[in-house]
């Protein structure tokens, strides 16, 4: 069973900045690509950015020069450093991991989630 932890999430002013982190623990081998995601109220769920085993990393548009993903495998963690935030940017943060388990299947995982508001 794999376990995904999210923190750093809350109220920020626009144009602040936030880092978001996503710990992974449980029975991972390795880990693939981890990814960020989120979720505004009434809208379909939204990537965001992701990083892959060999540290390739890619962005959607929305993202694309204010948010930046990074990931330290000595901690099976992964990092979203997001800066100049604008409302718009309100929503529940997820991050998602694909990984291969001890016995050489893959597998996916959700963390919880985590808030994020910006408002003045």
């Known amino acids: 069973q794999v376990q995904l932890v999210e923190s750093g999430g809350g109220l920020v002013q626009p144009g602040g900045s936030l880092r978001l982190s996503c710990a992974a623990s449980?029975?991972?081998?390795?880990?693939?690509?981890m990814g960020w995601y989120r979720q505004a109220p009434g809208k379909q769920r939204e990537f965001l950015a992701g990083?892959?085993?060999?540290?390739?990393?890619n962005y959607a548009d929305s993202v694309k020069g204010r948010f930046t993903i990074s990931r330290d495998n000595a901690k099976n963690t992964v990092y979203l450093q997001m800066n100049s935030l604008k409302p718009d940017d309100t929503a529940v943060y997820s991050c998602?991991?694909?990984?291969?388990?001890?016995?050489?299947?893959?597998?996916?995982?959700w963390g919880q989630g985590t808030q994020v508001t910006v408002s003045s």
């Open positions: 998602n991991l694909e990984g291969t388990d001890f016995d050489y299947h893959l597998f996916g995982s």
């Open positions: 449980g029975s991972i081998f390795r880990i693939n690509a």
């Open positions: 990083i892959t085993w060999n540290g390739s990393t």
